[in-house]
């Protein structure tokens, strides 16, 4: 297929049911399908949207093309869990059908409301000269997951200066009024985050301000904004496209960044000393993670696996990306730490005994890594047994530096980004690390989730195998389950 621009964004009763059947054909094929991550049946899946609870149930939707590994006609497909883990995908919940949203229903958040779910998203929507007006729409989810999208739009009036970079709407209540964020453009090419407030869901919405959460320049576009609250201390997490390196070093194409505020002042819509700009995840691939306060006091997270304006090797069997599991987001002394939730470790089946310094290790698989100070070493997932070579992390507990290499763990990522991540650690200090593997995806997750590092690769072979060299390391193991069908 030729992605012209007509053929992205042709509506979907255009499409014949064969090419979705096609595609599945494909894919079945794959040795780069995923065992526990979400992933799209078939297409491309980007942003996760509408995280919430709602009905007894956890709810999760998922930007998506179906159609091809591009970034054409978005809408929304649903899943739902009791766990958080062992996800039931209900399919396509919300597609481009309304002149609000006629160029693709872009991404949002969900709030419950009553007996009803609200969902607040943007209408991606372009006239004949293919000028962009982006859209805030509603739109109701009954308990037994019926939509209907609201007739009228949310939001009318155009705050001050803002260009037709205007989306991503995250919907929180607080002191019984309801609050938007949004990414924002300014005319000047600059990213902000703008707040909108209605004394009900349907609205009136009407401007506030901007959120202030940080005096540096963030780039020309502030992307996917998410407010938490961790025990009372704001945590912003956000895209801010063309941010300076001195405001936040990246090796990405765009980062995922957060901060945190000691404080939120509900008045001036202001963080009270926020920290400076920190990458949610030093990995190769986390974009657009959506975070919540759960009704259970936790605050949880999950991330695109993927990045914006990137190719990757599984765009030839036409799907492209997947979802991280799903984070605990928690404070301790001050600092944001990451952790798989625990429900994740139902995942965990058979235990990996670790006897010898190489040994198979399977494709699905949770490591709890000890590495004791003064070490200087490797570990590597050996994903070519032939060549001896794979995902290689160079541990040095000495000087305090661990290194991801993914230059030999398979087919070429992005390499005009680089091949390797770097994270500073405590020297002279033991590491920790978790390591979640999953075919074509791991999370690493470093001391107790001080810092993550998230990426894919795209093995050449079935058969994996864990070695360590020059370094001592307590390992502990576990295959990890198949729900995934
Ligand atoms: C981020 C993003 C959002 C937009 C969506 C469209 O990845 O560009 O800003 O709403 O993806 O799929």
Known sequence: IKWTTTKRYQPYTQWPQARLDEIKTRIKQSQWRLGYHIQPTTGLLNDPNGFSYFNGQWHLFYQSFPYGAVHGLKSWVHLVADDL???????????????????????????????????????????????????????????????????????????PRITEHFRDPQILKHAGMYYALLGAQYDDQTGHVVVYRAPV???????????????????????????????????????????????????????????????????HLAFVN????????????????????????????VSWIGLPDT?????????????????????????????????????????????????ALP???????????????????????????GLVINIDTVHGKMVVDRALAGRPVATDYGTTRAVAIEPGQPLTGQLLLDNSVFELY????????????????????LNLDQLTADVQGWRLDTLNK
């Open 274 to 301: 926020p920290s400076p700009l920190q990458n949610l995840d030093d990995g190769f691939d986390v974009y657009a993670t959506q975070a919540f306060n759960a009704p259970d006091g936790r605050a949880l997270a």
């Open 363 to 389: 494709r699905q698989s949770e490591l709890q890594v000890t590495v004791p100070a003064n070490q200087q070493g490797k570990l590597s997932i050996l994903t070519n047994l032939d060549q001896q070579t």
């Open 85 to 159: 883990v062992h996800w039931q995908n209900l399919g396509t919940a919300l597609t481009a059908d309304s002149p609000l949203d006629a160029q693709g229903v872009y991404s949002g958040s969900a709030i419950p409301v009553d007996d009803q779910l609200f969902l607040m998203y943007t209408g991606n929507v372009r006239d004949q000269d293919w000028v962009r007006h982006p859209r805030q729409n509603g739109a109701w989810m009954t308990a037994d997951n019926r939509i209907e999208k609201l007739s009228q739009l949310l939001i009318n009036e155009p705050a």
């Open 201 to 267: 869901v349907t609205g009136p919405w009407t401007y506030q301000d901007e959120l202030t959460f940080s005096t540096e320049k963030l780039g020309y576009m502030v992307e996917c904004p998410n407010l938490v609250f961790i025990d009372e201390r704001p945590v912003l997490i956000f895209c801010p496209q063309g941010v300076a390196g001195s405001v936040l070093a990246t090796d990405n194409v765009y980062p995922n960044a957060y901060v945190i505020g000691e404080r939120f002042d509900w008045d």
């Open 446 to 465: 470093l001391n107790d989730g001080q810092q993550v590092l998230t990426g894919r690769i795209f093995p050449p072979s079935q058969h994996w195998a």
């Open 311 to 359: 190719t990757y090797p599984s765009d030839v069997e036409d799907w492209a990306n997947c979802l991280s599991v799903v984070k605990e987001l928690t404070l301790v002394d001050g600092q944001l730490r990451q952790r798989p939730v625990v429900e994740n470790q139902q995942l965990r089946q058979a235990s990996l005994t670790m006897a010898t310094m190489t040994q």
